[in-house]
C-alpha cells in the first residue's frame, strides 16, 4: 500500500486524481490511498502511531518518501526501512514471508 504525502521537497503536488494516474501509467499493481500528512501537526494517525511507536527501531520521523513499514495480521508495526531500501531487498522479503507464516489472530 502506498500513503502519497506532500512533506518531501514537494514532491506529490498533484491532486489524488493526478497521483493515480502517475502510479497506473508506472504500472503500479498495489493500492494507492488519497495523499495523507506524515510530518507535523496534521500528520494523520497511522504516522502518529508509527513515528511514536514504542520500539525505536520503527519510531521516529519519516525521513523522506518511499519509507517502508511492516504491520503484522494484528495491525502491530514490525519492521521499518528507509527510503533507499529497495522493496525487493532480501530483509522485507524474509520479513514479509515470517509475517505472513505467522499465526493468524484469534477471530481472523
Same mark, same amino acid.
Request: net charge negative; aromatic share 10%.
Given at each position: 500500500?502506498?500513503?502519497?504525502?506532500?512533506?518531501?521537497?514537494?514532491?506529490?503536488?498533484?491532486?489524488?486524481?493526478?497521483?493515480?494516474?502517475?502510479?497506473?501509467?508506472?504500472?503500479?499493481?498495489?493500492?494507492?490511498?488519497?495523499k495523507?500528512?506524515?510530518? +507535523?501537526?496534521?500528520?494523520? *494517525?497511522?504516522?502518529?502511531y508509527?513515528?511514536?511507536?514504542?520500539? !525505536?527501531? @520503527? =519510531?521516529?520521523?519519516? &525521513?523522506?518518501?518511499?519509507?517502508?513499514?511492516?504491520?503484522?495480521?494484528?495491525?502491530?508495526a514490525?519492521?521499518?526501512? +528507509?527510503?533507499?531500501?529497495? *522493496?525487493?531487498?532480501?530483509?522485507?522479503?524474509?520479513a514479509?514471508? !515470517?509475517? @505472513? =507464516?505467522?499465526?493468524? &489472530?484469534?477471530?481472523?
Open positions: 500500500m502506498a500513503f502519497p504525502a506532500n512533506n518531501f521537497g514537494k514532491q506529490e503536488p498533484g491532486t489524488n486524481s493526478e497521483i493515480k494516474a502517475f502510479c497506473d501509467g508506472k504500472g503500479v499493481t498495489f493500492e494507492v490511498f488519497e495523507v500528512s506524515v510530518k +507535523g501537526d496534521d500528520k494523520v *494517525p497511522l504516522y502518529q508509527l513515528t511514536g511507536h514504542p520500539n !525505536k527501531e @520503527i =519510531a521516529g520521523e519519516v &525521513p523522506w518518501n518511499f519509507t517502508k513499514y511492516l504491520i503484522g495480521r494484528d495491525g502491530t514490525l519492521a521499518k526501512w +528507509g527510503p533507499k531500501t529497495l *522493496p525487493e531487498d532480501p530483509s522485507i522479503v524474509e514479509i514471508e !515470517k509475517a @505472513i =507464516a505467522a499465526d493468524k &489472530p484469534k477471530g481472523g
